[in-house]
């Protein structure tokens, strides 16, 4: 066996094959996952917990029970049939008589779950729903692919805090034509949720849209709920991850990511670090290793060209100091270069087209 | 080749599927759509996930795999498309899936379903689509096998190959319920009902394998007396 390992070859072989086999990607199933919402109102709710087993060796899954406040409610341990399932109403294990919050559930196997919440008033059957749970620890990016902003309509984007960490959320809202129509900022409770309204956040404006929710200092799971008591219905469903990853990056020559920074300064705000620390894990990913990179700074038109450009140049270095510093890159592999307002994704004419072209770009120089 | 080359190229091979795969991604496929001017009002929304404006390819099948549509549309950076299904099928009844790849950047897209008749409003219901290129495994996590109540094991295929699958029932308990082995024709999809293979009331869970081609599925179920319906992704293995 020592002989076997002292074999470069067979060592690399032994690696990635231990790789291929613990890395097996699951969809909607995971060892933690996360239920952004549920309630416990006995006399309106029946809820259901339902967790599964996916592998057929079933195992004890240990779940936690949270208020929106990340309070810890209630907890319990219970055995997952090979091949079968628990079905729980969290009722039974929170003290609380009503509650609104999240649960949360570990495994040594992979599980799968589900929250099904029932109304008790037949009447309200329109709104009886099942969500799947999140998996753990979930993403520093998340798109809510539609919304709605309308008074005859209840909309809430539901955010959990996914890693205990109280994140703070930047989220914003886009019409379906791609406009910035409101920028929000909000910090989840430790293990706790929030429920936002996208009405509020775009002014009350009718509308229908795309929101973009990115984190600092944590990861979050989401969902989009999304009522109508004038035509009877009640529909949910998952918010997709969209951090800028190592696919990507060596598909495709350039990437264009938003890189926010301090006003009139070449200060990396903590919001982008997350994003920064995705591009630094895609170009040190063995596809990309052998790439070096061009860190290109843009600025909007406003103010003087030669103002703009000097900026825009600190802040790519800024960024590119940044990734040698804190995420490990090679310094040998990156330069930094500000073309100021040259260049714009869009035409200056707006305050949302301005944001736009403040960004930066990664471009993939030859080997 | 020597024995050294071949080894490191399977290493290599070994490699490459573990890396990185995102939820957001550049082909989706919705497993379910229908086109039912009369009765159905459907959505297929598209949404950037990058701000690079895609142009996004959509196609449609028949629950056989027949091609019977298709388009293309331009998608504004940070925007969404939302369009009616029926528009690229010529109106026609079709029940299938929907293939859709972007030319750049990852894109997300969803499917709604909503029932005209206002009476009938409790099975509006939405699914998001499934990255392709789909699962080899699933797990329909819930399942319920009951004479009165809807429920849809719903399996498309969704990396163009037949794909022969093997559904494993059990009960809450683990207790096998029995298995049943069905054709999803390329780029189709088929819809299983529980009862039809386990005949008698229960409820448990669903493993599917799939051999000659990749699938995703989702959940439906609906009751009437009690007038709702709801439908989730199963979970799957790639």
Same mark, same amino acid.
């Given at each position: 066996m020592r002989r076997f390992f002292r074999n470069p070859v067979w060592l690399f072989v032994a690696i990635a094959f231990t790789g291929f086999v613990t890395q097996t990607s699951y969809g909607q199933a995971g060892k933690s996952l996360i239920i952004n919402h549920f309630v416990v109102d006995p006399d309106v709710i029946e809820g259901h917990l339902v967790v599964s087993d996916v592998t057929g060796k079933g195992g004890r899954v240990d779940i936690w029970f949270y208020d929106q406040n990340g309070v810890l409610a209630g907890k319990t341990s219970q055995i997952i049939p090979a091949h079968g399932k628990i079905n729980l109403d969290p009722q039974r294990y929170v003290q609380q008589k009503k509650l609104i919050g999240t649960i949360r559930m570990d495994s040594r196997e992979v599980i799968t779950g589900q929250y099904w919440q029932f109304y008790k008033d037949p009447s309200l059957g329109w709104k009886n729903i099942a969500v799947p749970a999140a998996v753990a620890p979930g993403a520093t990016k998340l798109v809510c692919q539609h919304f709605v902003s309308d008074p005859t309509i209840e909309s809430y984007i539901v955010i959990a805090d996914a890693e205990g960490t109280?994140?703070?959320?930047?989220?914003?809202?886009?019409?379906?034509?791609?406009?910035?129509a409101g920028q929000k900022r909000y910090v989840i409770p430790r293990n706790g949720k929030l429920s936002i309204l996208p009405s509020e956040a775009v002014g009350g404006k009718k509308m229908t849209g795309v929101a973009y929710v990115q984190t600092e200092g944590g990861k979050i799971t989401g969902e989009y709920w999304q009522v109508s008591p004038g035509e009877k219905y009640q529909v949910a469903h998952a918010m997709l991850g969209s951090a800028p990853e190592a696919k990507v990056m060596a598909e495709e020559t350039l990437l264009r990511i938003q890189i926010n920074f301090d006003f009139d300064s070449d200060k990396i705000q903590k919001r982008s670090y997350a994003d920064l620390a995705e591009v630094a894990k895609?170009?040190?990913?063995?596809?990309?290793?052998?790439?070096?990179?061009?860190?290109?700074?843009?600025?909007?038109?406003?103010?003087?060209?030669?103002?703009n450009i000097k900026l825009s140049e600190r802040r790519a270095r800024s960024v590119m100091k940044h990734l040698i510093s804190k995420c490990g890159v090679d310094a040998s592999r990156l330069v930094s270069v500000g073309y100021g307002p040259d260049n714009p994704l869009v035409p200056n004419t707006s305050e949302a087209n301005r944001a736009r072209n403040r960004r930066v770009e990664f471009k993939r120089l030859s080997k | 080749?020597?024995?050294?080359?071949? !080894?490191?190229?399977?290493?290599?091979?070994?490699?490459?599927?573990?890396?990185?795969?995102?939820?957001?991604?550049?082909?989706?496929?919705?497993?379910?759509f229908v086109s039912d001017p009369n009765v159905i009002e459907s959505h297929l929304v598209i949404t950037d996930v990058e701000g690079k404006g895609p142009i996004v390819t959509m196609k449609f099948y028949d629950n056989d795999g027949n091609l019977v549509g298709e388009g293309k549309e331009l998608l504004q950076p940070f925007g969404k498309l939302n369009l009616d299904p029926?528009?690229?099928?010529?109106?026609?009844?079709?029940?299938?899936?929907?293939?859709?790849?972007?030319?750049?950047?990852?894109?997300?897209?969803?499917?709604?379903?909503?029932?005209?008749?206002?009476?009938?409003?409790?099975?509006?219901? !939405?699914?998001?689509?499934?990255?392709a290129p789909g699962f080899s495994k699933l797990v329909a996590p819930h399942f319920v096998s009951d004479q009165d109540v809807e429920a849809y094991l719903v399996l498309a295929s969704t990396d163009g190959?037949?794909?022969?699958?093997?559904?494993?029932?059990?009960?809450? !308990?683990g207790r096998n319920l029995g298995k049943a082995r069905e054709l999803v024709k390329a780029n189709g999809k088929r819809i299983l009902k529980p009862w039809e293979y386990v005949k008698h009331k229960t409820t448990g869970v669903a493993f599917i394998e799939s051999d000659g081609g990749r699938v995703a599925g989702e959940y439906w179920q609906a009751q009437e007396s009690k007038r709702y319906q709801v439908v989730y992704p199963m979970g799957g293995i790639k």
């Amino acid at each position: 066996m020592r002989r076997f390992f002292r074999n470069p070859v067979w060592l690399f072989v032994a690696i990635a094959f231990t790789g291929f086999v613990t890395q097996t990607s699951y969809g909607q199933a995971g060892k933690s996952l996360i239920i952004n919402h549920f309630v416990v109102d006995p006399d309106v709710i029946e809820g259901h917990l339902v967790v599964s087993d996916v592998t057929g060796k079933g195992g004890r899954v240990d779940i936690w029970f949270y208020d929106q406040n990340g309070v810890l409610a209630g907890k319990t341990s219970q055995i997952i049939p090979a091949h079968g399932k628990i079905n729980l109403d969290p009722q039974r294990y929170v003290q609380q008589k009503k509650l609104i919050g999240t649960i949360r559930m570990d495994s040594r196997e992979v599980i799968t779950g589900q929250y099904w919440q029932f109304y008790k008033d037949p009447s309200l059957g329109w709104k009886n729903i099942a969500v799947p749970a999140a998996v753990a620890p979930g993403a520093t990016k998340l798109v809510c692919q539609h919304f709605v902003s309308d008074p005859t309509i209840e909309s809430y984007i539901v955010i959990a805090d996914a890693e205990g960490t109280s994140p703070t959320l930047y989220v914003e809202f886009y019409s379906d034509q791609g406009e910035l129509a409101g920028q929000k900022r909000y910090v989840i409770p430790r293990n706790g949720k929030l429920s936002i309204l996208p009405s509020e956040a775009v002014g009350g404006k009718k509308m229908t849209g795309v929101a973009y929710v990115q984190t600092e200092g944590g990861k979050i799971t989401g969902e989009y709920w999304q009522v109508s008591p004038g035509e009877k219905y009640q529909v949910a469903h998952a918010m997709l991850g969209s951090a800028p990853e190592a696919k990507v990056m060596a598909e495709e020559t350039l990437l264009r990511i938003q890189i926010n920074f301090d006003f009139d300064s070449d200060k990396i705000q903590k919001r982008s670090y997350a994003d920064l620390a995705e591009v630094a894990k895609a170009m040190n990913d063995p596809r990309n290793k052998s790439f070096r990179y061009e860190i290109a700074g843009y600025t909007d038109d406003v103010g003087k060209r030669s103002y703009n450009i000097k900026l825009s140049e600190r802040r790519a270095r800024s960024v590119m100091k940044h990734l040698i510093s804190k995420c490990g890159v090679d310094a040998s592999r990156l330069v930094s270069v500000g073309y100021g307002p040259d260049n714009p994704l869009v035409p200056n004419t707006s305050e949302a087209n301005r944001a736009r072209n403040r960004r930066v770009e990664f471009k993939r120089l030859s080997k | 080749m020597n024995r050294t080359r071949m !080894t490191y190229l399977l290493s290599v091979f070994l490699v490459l599927p573990v890396l990185v795969n995102a939820q957001g991604s550049r082909e989706f496929v919705v497993n379910h759509f229908v086109s039912d001017p009369n009765v159905i009002e459907s959505h297929l929304v598209i949404t950037d996930v990058e701000g690079k404006g895609p142009i996004v390819t959509m196609k449609f099948y028949d629950n056989d795999g027949n091609l019977v549509g298709e388009g293309k549309e331009l998608l504004q950076p940070f925007g969404k498309l939302n369009l009616d299904p029926g528009e690229y099928v010529k109106h026609a009844v079709v029940n299938g899936t929907v293939h859709i790849s972007a030319d750049r950047g990852n894109i997300v897209a969803e499917y709604w379903q909503f029932y005209k008749d206002p009476e009938e409003s409790w099975k509006n219901t !939405t699914a998001i689509a499934v990255s392709a290129p789909g699962f080899s495994k699933l797990v329909a996590p819930h399942f319920v096998s009951d004479q009165d109540v809807e429920a849809y094991l719903v399996l498309a295929s969704t990396d163009g190959k037949d794909a022969v699958v093997t559904i494993r029932f059990y009960d809450d !308990t683990g207790r096998n319920l029995g298995k049943a082995r069905e054709l999803v024709k390329a780029n189709g999809k088929r819809i299983l009902k529980p009862w039809e293979y386990v005949k008698h009331k229960t409820t448990g869970v669903a493993f599917i394998e799939s051999d000659g081609g990749r699938v995703a599925g989702e959940y439906w179920q609906a009751q009437e007396s009690k007038r709702y319906q709801v439908v989730y992704p199963m979970g799957g293995i790639k």
